[in-house]
């Protein structure tokens, strides 16, 4: 069961990304969805119509807060609004952990905007490791990183991938949010077995999982979230929930993005395997109690 | 096991700079970097190729995605530039925008926070709307800032009776104020009309269309004053006088009340002896607007 400290021990099921095209059906109709995730940065404001939309969520729904800008890899310090803002943002949904990128982004208080991937070096690991204590100290809630697509790899790079994250959530002592769609998309761009990567994974330390789409182009695959989850990344998904059992699931579509109930049923196929496990423990557990 | 051939800091410099370069008008990379190096050089020294691609296609990748992003956002907070000097012009002008003001916020809404500031200072960019072109915006801006802006507790009319001279106020937050050259607020109400009207035509966003600069009702130059403001959760802006605009500025730059009523006076036409009247008028309006709120409580302790 991945129900973990990294996750607060949380039951969260199957959830969707929180969306601004969603908002009307979610309000007139009060869909039955286990929970949202929203993108923390969205709700870093002082006040009007996005929060009081989000404080209407938080009356019916559980939230959990997914940011896009801490980038835990980058040398330069984070901005201390950018943290006072987050604190704030989480005392008020309450979310039991939060979840940002295992990238950089920003240098000598630059922003790029992007998740830009890092070099899988020791100096990477130090560093990287550090800052996520530091937020994680701060914030006084679970952290967990999540792995990023990446178009580049780096000459310096000392050691794989899942390498690097063991060796950052290690000694960060935090959790990982696993995207399996992104595992799929890094192993085409550069040529390695995304079920290496799967099985690497430290599995009592995932705290949530996602998936997603992504869009092929002739050489390279780009992670746009605009389109539904594809059969290798679903068995990616199945070899996770092999390992590391029920756990905390997102669907992301952020592009073209279709009706609420096409998003959210495309994230309830997550459930069969969600299921196909919890049967396969139970089926242990009472073999186990006949013996 | 390999020893970096770079630092961390040194890579993400190096990284960086060359993400936020702008393309070439064909939207590649381009081949020197900005200290004159060849950008191949410069992307293999710290990229690895693979099967497919070469570092330098592989930074490109990156190079393109950094544009494409924060030029669109930048588009959707200046749909009324863009329609007033045409997206040719308005492409270019983002361009240079943010190459000379890249971010420094972690958010992408901070992102035209300099915008009309830049462009009242770098008018070919512009053409010959230019003072239009500043106008939009600067209003554009305006509504980025009233839209989620804090929200404070405003005054009531009896405790706005109670204030005296040395009284020392702050306005609403989202209450923004600005000066423009032009009556421009129902020309940029119009053009979001427009925008927002194409883009549920379209389903999404226009940008990438190439459109020539609209068609603009005749406006004559005018000295306007306007206030931007929020009820329910929608901005809304008012044309205010001059005195009234400089009032409204000297107190939400801490001065007492009495001199920020002088400052706003000073040069006026309003005779004397009507003035007393038109303040009172303005306090009233300001107390049914909640636009007067008591000042954060450390501005207070510092004084």
């Given at each position: 069961m991945s129900s973990n400290r990294?996750?607060?021990?949380?039951?969260?099921?199957?959830?969707?990304?929180?969306?601004?095209?969603?908002?009307?059906?979610?309000?007139s109709r009060k869909p039955v969805v286990d929970w949202f995730e929203?993108?923390?940065?969205?709700?870093?404001?002082?006040?009007?119509?996005?929060?009081?939309?989000?404080?209407?969520?938080?009356?019916?729904?559980?939230?959990?807060?997914?940011?896009?800008?801490?980038?835990?890899?980058?040398?330069?310090?984070?901005?201390?609004?950018?943290?006072?803002?987050?604190?704030?943002?989480?005392?008020r949904t309450g979310t039991p952990w939060l979840s940002d990128h295992l990238c950089w982004g920003s240098v000598d208080g630059t922003y790029t905007h992007d998740l830009l991937p890092l070099p899988y070096t020791w100096e990477a690991v130090e560093r990287t490791a550090e800052r996520v204590r530091n937020v994680q100290d701060f914030l006084e809630i679970p952290v967990a990183v999540e792995n990023v697509s990446s178009y580049a790899a780096f000459t310096?790079?000392?050691?794989t991938e899942w390498e690097f994250l063991n060796e950052v959530v290690e000694r960060a002592d935090c959790g990982i949010l696993l995207d399996v769609n992104n595992i799929y998309v890094s192993s085409v761009n550069h040529e390695f077995n995304p079920m290496d990567y799967v099985n690497a994974i430290p599995a009592g330390r995932v705290a949530q999982i996602h998936i997603a789409g992504h869009s092929r182009y002739e050489r390279y695959i780009l992670d746009t979230h605009d389109h539904p989850v594809i059969d290798p990344v679903w068995q990616l998904y199945d070899r996770a929930i092999e390992r590391c059992g029920r756990t905390p699931t997102l669907l992301e579509w952020d592009d073209?993005?279709?009706?609420?109930?096409?998003?959210?049923?495309?994230?309830?196929?997550?459930?069969?395997?969600?299921?196909?496990?919890?049967?396969?423990?139970a089926e242990k557990v009472a073999a186990e109690a006949a013996q | 096991?390999?020893?970096?051939?770079?630092?961390?800091?040194?890579?993400?410099?190096?990284?960086?700079?060359?993400?936020?370069?702008?393309?070439?008008?064909?939207?590649?990379?381009?081949?020197?970097?900005?200290?004159?190096?060849?950008?191949?050089?410069?992307?293999?020294?710290?990229?690895?190729?693979?099967?497919?691609?070469?570092?330098?296609?592989?930074?490109?990748?990156?190079?393109?995605?950094?544009?494409?992003?924060?030029?669109?956002?930048?588009?959707?907070?200046?749909?009324?530039?863009?329609?007033?000097?045409?997206?040719?012009?308005?492409?270019?002008?983002?361009?240079?925008?943010?190459?000379?003001?890249?971010?420094?916020?972690?958010?992408?809404?901070?992102?035209?926070?300099?915008?009309?500031?830049?462009?009242?200072?770098?008018?070919?960019?512009?053409?010959?709307?230019?003072?239009?072109?500043?106008?939009?915006?600067?209003?554009?801006?305006?509504?980025?800032?009233?839209?989620d802006s804090a929200e404070d507790t405003p005054l009531t009319a009896e405790q706005i009776a109670t204030l005296d001279a040395g009284s020392k106020l702050a306005l609403q937050p989202h209450l923004q104020l600005i000066p423009l050259s032009y009556p421009a607020d129902e020309l940029v109400l119009n053009l979001h009309q427009r925008d927002?009207?194409?883009?549920?035509?379209?389903?999404?966003?226009?940008?990438?269309?190439?459109?020539?600069?609209?068609?603009?009702?005749?406006?004559?130059?005018?000295?306007?004053?306007?206030?931007?403001?929020?009820?329910?959760?929608?901005?809304?802006?008012?044309?205010?006088?001059?005195?009234?605009?400089?009032?409204?500025?000297?107190?939400?730059?801490?001065?007492?009340?009495a001199d920020a009523l002088a400052t706003g006076f000073v040069g006026s036409r309003i005779p004397a002896e009507r003035r007393a009247a038109q303040v009172q008028q303005w306090f009233a309006n300001w107390a049914e607007l909640g636009w007067i709120c008591t000042p954060p409580l450390e501005s207070i302790i510092k004084d």
């Open positions: 990294f996750n607060a021990f949380s039951n969260h099921g199957v959830g969707i990304g929180l969306r601004i095209p969603h908002y009307q059906d979610i309000f929203i993108i923390s940065e969205n709700f870093m404001i002082d006040g009007g119509r996005a929060l009081a939309n989000l404080d209407r969520i938080l009356e019916q729904y559980r939230v959990v807060q997914h940011g896009v800008s801490m980038y835990f890899g980058s040398v330069t310090e984070p901005d201390p609004e950018h943290l006072k803002r987050l604190k704030q943002l989480v005392r310096d790079s000392q050691m073209h993005i279709p009706s609420f109930d096409e998003v959210h049923n495309e994230a309830k196929k997550a459930n069969k395997f969600l299921h196909k496990y919890a049967e396969s423990a | 096991m390999t020893v970096p051939s770079m630092s961390l800091a040194d890579l993400q410099r190096t990284m960086a700079s060359a993400v936020m370069q702008p393309l070439t008008a064909g939207e590649n990379m381009r081949a020197k970097s900005r200290d004159g190096r060849p950008m191949r050089k410069v992307a293999a020294s710290f990229i690895a190729p693979n099967s497919n691609l070469t570092p330098f296609e592989r930074l490109e990748i990156y190079n393109r995605q950094y544009w494409y992003r924060v030029l669109s956002a930048l588009a959707e907070d200046f749909p009324g530039l863009r329609a007033v000097v045409g997206s040719r012009k308005f492409h270019a002008l983002s361009v240079a925008y943010l190459d000379a003001h890249p971010n420094r916020s972690f958010t992408l809404r901070n992102l035209g926070s300099h915008l009309a500031q830049w462009l009242a200072a770098n008018p070919k960019y512009a053409g010959r709307r230019h003072a239009l072109a500043v106008d939009v915006a600067r209003i554009e801006w305006a509504f980025v800032e009233t839209f927002k009207k194409q883009t549920s035509e379209a389903g999404v966003a226009s940008e990438e269309d190439e459109e020539p600069p609209i068609a603009l009702p005749h406006l004559r130059k005018k000295p306007t004053w306007l206030a931007s403001h929020r009820v329910d959760f929608s901005v809304y802006y008012l044309r205010i006088s001059r005195e009234e605009f400089s009032t409204l500025a000297a107190i939400r730059q801490g001065i007492g009340l």
